[in-house]
């Protein structure tokens, strides 16, 4: 990236991290992005409601497409630092997970694209609700629409090398999902709880086999059984509590094996709540899939990299925080890889977080390279 590049992304990032949106809120940063596409490049923009996406079209196609995505809505955080000039205007709300950079970086490369002459076509994807795992699945059928052959995708990662490469073939990110389970039995007066039904020890005989029903779904990868909240009763010493909620993430290295542990919790939750005579209804939040990343897409990748001399790793674990990128990966071949921001670097959802802007032209010079291979 030339200088003027990079300080107008530079300037752009700030903005989009000014203005953070929740998922699927993202109305203002979408607009932004792509006003900022219009007025900078030549790319084709095509709105498609929630999402959107830049296209550059080949004069003489003689690749298959490729496609590279960037999300951009924030998490529900707030940020710590009051003297930072492009801090967050909307309370409560954050770019605490870099997507304002990776919007920037993607815009950063389309200023490149609308430079070159190439023989394929390119699609840049502009993802809305990643952090629910909602968008992804949406996007992910202009792979078809399209026919790409191929897609890759950018994270940034504190803890490891400011710049590093890092990557695994096969999976990636783990999948997970968010359970919630409602517990309803009936009130009482508190001096007679004998009159109703209360959930409490149905929740209470429930937790200690949470870990014995993830151990046994596991025959390969990891699973895990996280409890994020516990809900009973209110705060009205003279009533015995009637209704009761147990959130739940769980989380597999293989889908597989995570549907077992999906079958498990809800099998054991019904067997203990009939036992107790309380009845459970389940609702499910932020479902993700196991993120995979093809082999000959990590080969690519890795031969880029020693070429242009940037440090690669290769993880030899998945990662177990989960990504919808995977929903793009079930249709076709792609990687999604991190870029390192620094080991000393504020932890991704933390309210001291910033994007490290100095990797954003390390992420344009691989997809450059990624696209020209």
Same mark, same amino acid.
């Given at each position: ?9 530079? %300037? ?33 923009? !095509? ?14 196609? *003689? ?11 924030? !998490? ?24 304002? /950079? ?32 909602? $968008?992804?699945?949406?996007? %992910? ?25 890092? !990557? ?13 389970? %409602? ?13 109703? !039904? ?34 009973? $009763? ?8 009637? %209704? ?64 242009? =001399? #940037? ?12 990504? =919808? ?16 921001? /620094? ?14 802007? *100095?990797?954003?032209? #390390? ?11």
């Amino acid at each position: 990236m030339n200088k003027t590049d990079f300080e107008l992304i530079v %300037s752009l990032r700030h903005e989009l991290h000014a203005h953070p949106e929740l998922s699927e809120h993202e109305y203002e940063t979408k607009a932004r992005l792509m006003s900022f596409l219009a007025e900078h490049t030549a790319l084709k923009i !095509v709105d498609r409601g929630a999402w959107f996406y830049a296209y550059y079209s080949s004069e003489n196609p *003689e690749l298959a497409p490729i496609a590279f995505r960037a999300d951009f809505d924030a !998490v529900g955080v707030t940020e710590a630092n009051p003297t930072l000039p492009y801090r967050s205007c909307n309370e409560g709300v954050g770019h605490m997970c870099g997507h304002d /950079g990776h919007s920037a970086a993607l815009c950063a490369f389309a200023l490149e694209l609308s430079r070159l002459r190439l023989n394929r076509d390119v699609y840049l994807i502009f993802q809305h609700a990643e952090e629910n795992g909602q $968008g992804a699945k949406l996007c %992910s059928e202009l792979i078809g629409e399209k026919g790409i052959a191929e897609i890759f995708a950018f994270h940034n990662c504190p803890g490891r090398p400011l710049g590093e490469v890092s !990557v695994r073939k096969g999976c990636m990110d783990f999948a997970s999902r968010g359970m919630i389970l %409602s517990f309803l039995g009936k009130q009482a007066h508190a001096s007679r709880p004998e009159d109703g !039904v209360n959930p409490a020890m149905t929740i209470a005989e429930l937790i200690p086999e949470l870990d014995k029903i993830a151990a046994a779904s596991s025959i390969e990868g990891l699973c895990m059984c996280t409890i994020v909240m516990i809900e009973l $009763g209110e705060e009205t010493f003279g009533i015995s509590a009637g %209704s009761g909620r147990l959130l739940l993430t769980i989380r597999g290295e293989y889908e597989s094996e995570l549907d077992k542990l999906d079958i498990g919790v809800k099998t054991t939750a019904a067997i203990i709540a009939r036992d107790e005579n309380v009845e459970l209804r389940m609702e499910y939040r932020d479902v993700f899939p196991e993120t995979g990343c093809t082999p000959q897409s990590v080969d690519k990748l890795e031969r880029l990299c020693h070429r242009l =001399d #940037i440090p690669f790793y290769e993880l030899p674990e998945p990662q177990r925080g989960s990504e =919808d990128f995977g929903w793009y990966t079930k249709r076709t071949h792609g990687a999604i890889f991190n870029i390192g921001s /620094g080991r000393d670097h504020a932890g991704l959802h933390t309210e001291s977080f910033d994007y490290p802007d *100095e990797i954003t032209p #390390i992420a344009v010079r691989l997809m450059l390279g990624l696209t020209e291979n």
